[in-house]
């Protein structure tokens, strides 16, 4: 194994702007807004404030799977927060999210706006209020809610570990890659035996456990995620690979994966939705990966 340069921890870490490698600009120490901007507002009663990373795409799959089954209430409009621009640290998007990620919700339904952050919490908010895609029985809900939160916790070794050390941190260390390789190729595992066993996660049935899981580990399977399919050996994992191919043929799956996407093709960018015709100019039998992802 290569042994990376010496580095001696200091007794106080101190913050060195700039340092960081590809994401420096956007990275800080500190929350809070650094900026006066307000977040728009469209004439439904839920406003998305997202980019089309795994996360956001999490949000806006659920939606257009709850308006495919005639959720007429679940209209939305997307607008996109180009986090590499700092958009997520404006006065507007701080109020609805103080973490300053993406996805947030602003739910206008009732007599006062619900901030929702957190992606899995949005899931979960659009699933109770529109009693859809989460399962009625006990031990069902129960599994499904356990893949949920399992996608939530494990995620962050898989973006912010793998992904990070192996595509954009600014120097390649042996150590990093190997550890979360390793914790990568586990995870994956984990869900081939799963997926073994039932249809999709929860059971016999598609639910919000799949809807947050996609996002992350279907595109990982399909080799869209890092550009590391070939390194992870992703094809080993066949019943991963059935899962994330019919979920990749749902329409909803399709339309969710175009909202407020910035990248790639442009006939796969939909910056911002406002109606179900704005995706009328766009191919959707032709999506295509992005060939570059922005952190998630």
């Not at 006066?36 to 939606?63: C, F, I």
């Not at 308006?67 to 997520?88: C, F, K, N, V």
């Not at 919000?208 to 399977?221: E, H, K, Q, S, T």
Request: overall charge negative; charged content about 20%; proline content about 8%.
């Amino acid at each position: 194994m290569t042994a990376p340069a010496d580095y001696t921890p200091p007794a106080v870490w101190t913050w060195k702007p700039g340092n960081g490698g590809r994401f420096a600009n956007i990275n800080r120490p500190t929350a809070g807004a650094t900026h006066e901007q307000p977040l728009p507002r469209g004439r439904h009663p839920l406003q998305l404030y997202s980019l089309a990373t795994p996360n956001g795409v999490k949000v806006t799959v659920m939606l257009e799977e709850l308006l495919a089954l005639g959720h007429s209430g679940a209209e939305y409009d997307a607008w996109p927060i180009r986090i590499t621009e700092g958009d997520q640290f404006g006065s507007g998007f701080v109020a609805v999210n103080p973490n300053s990620k993406i996805p947030a919700l602003l739910d206008c339904s009732g007599p006062e706006p619900i901030r929702v952050f957190e992606s899995g919490a949005i899931l979960l908010h659009l699933a109770q209020k529109f009693d859809a895609l989460l399962p009625a029985g006990a031990a069902t809900r129960a599994e499904c809610l356990s893949w949920l939160f399992w996608q939530m916790g494990s995620a962050p070794y898989l973006g912010g570990g793998f992904g990070h050390f192996y595509a954009y941190a600014p120097t390649k260390i042996e150590y990093a890659i190997d550890r979360f390789a390793m914790e990568a190729k586990r995870q994956l595992d984990v869900l081939d035996r799963r997926l073994a066993e039932q249809p999709f996660l929860a059971g016999a049935e598609y639910s919000i456990a799949d809807i947050a899981v996609w996002p992350w580990y279907g595109a990982l399977a399909q080799g869209l995620l890092y550009e590391a399919g070939a390194f992870l050996d992703v094809q080993a994992y066949t019943h991963l690979q059935r899962w994330a191919r019919q979920i990749a043929q749902r329409p909803a799956a399709q339309r969710g994966r175009m909202v407020n996407r910035t990248w790639g093709p442009l006939s796969t960018q939909l910056h911002e939705r406002h109606d179900a015709s704005d995706f009328d100019t766009r191919t959707q039998d032709k999506l295509a990966p992005p060939t570059e992802n922005p952190a998630p």
